[in-house]
């Protein structure tokens, strides 16, 4: 039981001149004294209490409670002095200032004191000097209404949470997710992420990790909003708290992919480009070894390009290129690829086909649908291709390997009358060795 306790110091009465109980009564911090009902007349005061009051222990005793603590002071608590001689506990908070000036917060307690037979015989005084505390508390109210405003002016989403439960967010926040505060207070923030985030978010959380990192939320339509966040622990009303700042990065997500797109795209034709093709063809071929399947590259050329610029200028031939694009995206599956390798050339790379006839087959019908006509600013006209196919593992092992050869299987159709398509054949092989073939009328 603490010296200060008021249960404690209802046990007895006080004596002036209990010498042992003065020494008590003078080593603890809070401010004690005790005063008669009847007269309110101070009985006993600890040292601490009567310098407070601008007295000594022993020239206090005697003098009533509005001459103890002054008329201004006195004005203040009367009205709890009145509870306590009737028989009431009273607890108060004041603000006072020190005869030498200083200002100070007490927390005063009034304890009134009864015999054995019920009759009241006096009060005790217990007063503890707050006003450190109060400062930090002010302190602490002061911040979290700074931090409230900032929180409201800045148009990052800004979250609470406590062991991963939302206890509060910003307005850009509720906008962000696209639900009201009430309906986000109290669940979890594992209920905004998606799946493939979930556990990336967790970590964070746990151990209160407060690098910056990229995750995703989801907005209340369903589509999820890729986000940078940063989170930091913080004392916040009363307790600690997680706080988290997230900022949309969709934009710079945007432009990031939009770089990154025109690095690995032709930028006429939006079709890969070499760079793109030489990554996915080397993917290709290992799956492939794996597999045991069969892959086939076909290099295209256009016929006679040269003279569509000649004759109707460049943009014609630009028009061209990007309907070409077009009819070899339509003519493959969606797992094949088609690049642009510059110019006029184009590369096909169909995957896991069954055998060198699938390839023939792909490119007759590449052969029709870039020959069927063009209509270019109010003019009709006519190109065709003329196609070089090697096939791994026959051909060639690496993806070099095999564009060098379909390219020189181009170029036998390119002098076999053009509009055809020949299959790769080694130096000096006779006509129609190793899958020379041309295309169907």
Known sequence: MSLTDPSHLQMRALHPHDSLLRLIADSVPALIAYYQSDTLRCQFANRRYAEYNGWTPQTILGKTVREAIGEPAWQVIEPHVIRVVAGETVQYVREQTLPDGAH???????????????????AFVL???????????????????????LAEATTEGIVFHKRGVVTDV???????????????????????????????????????????????????????????????????????????????????????????????????????????????????????????????????????FKLVNDSLGHHAGD???????????????????????????????????????????????????????????????????????????????????LIRRADAAMYRAKNCGRNNYQFFAPPGAAPGAGGLAAASP
Not at 104 to 121: A, C, K, M, T, W
Not at 133 to 139: D, F, I, L, P, S
Not at 196 to 217: F, I, K
């Open 127 to 149: 007063i503890n000097d707050i006003t450190t505390q109060w400062q930090a508390e002010r302190a602490i109210r002061d911040s979290e209404e700074r931090m409230r405003k």
């Open 319 to 401: 028009v061209l290129l990007r309907e070409v694009a077009q009819r070899l995206k339509q003519a493959v599956r969606e797992a094949d690829v088609v690049a642009r390798l510059g110019g006029d050339e184009f590369l096909i790379v169909l995957t896991d086909i069954a055998n060198h006839d699938d390839a023939g087959v792909v490119a007759a019908n590449l052969i029709e649908a870039i020959s069927a006509p063009v209509l270019i600013d109010g003019q009709t006209m006519s190109v065709s291709p003329s196609i070089g196919i090697s096939l791994f593992p026959d051909d060639g092992q690496s993806a070099d390997e």
């Open 170 to 304: 910003n307005e850009a926040m509720q906008r962000m997710l696209g639900y009201a505060l009430e309906e986000v207070v109290g669940r979890r923030i594992l209920d905004f992420v998606p799946e493939m985030w979930r556990q990336t978010v967790s970590n964070y959380v746990v151990d209160g990790l407060e690098e910056p990192y990229e995750a995703a939320v989801i907005h209340r339509c369903g589509h999820e909003i890729p986000v940078e966040v940063v989170g930091k622990t913080m004392p916040f009303a009363g307790g600690t708290y997680r706080l988290a700042v997230l900022r949309d990065i969709s934009a710079r997500k945007a432009a990031q992919e939009r770089i990154e797109f025109m690095a690995l795209h032709d930028n006429l034709t939006q079709l890969p480009n070499r760079l793109y093709l030489m990554e996915r063809l080397d993917s290709i071929l290992a799956m492939a070894r794996r597999r045991q399947g069969t892959v086939a590259t076909l290099f295209l050329d256009l016929d006679n």
């Open 104 to 122: 100070r917060v007490i927390e005063v307690n009034l304890i009134p004191h009864f015999e054995d037979s019920g009759l009241q015989r006096g």
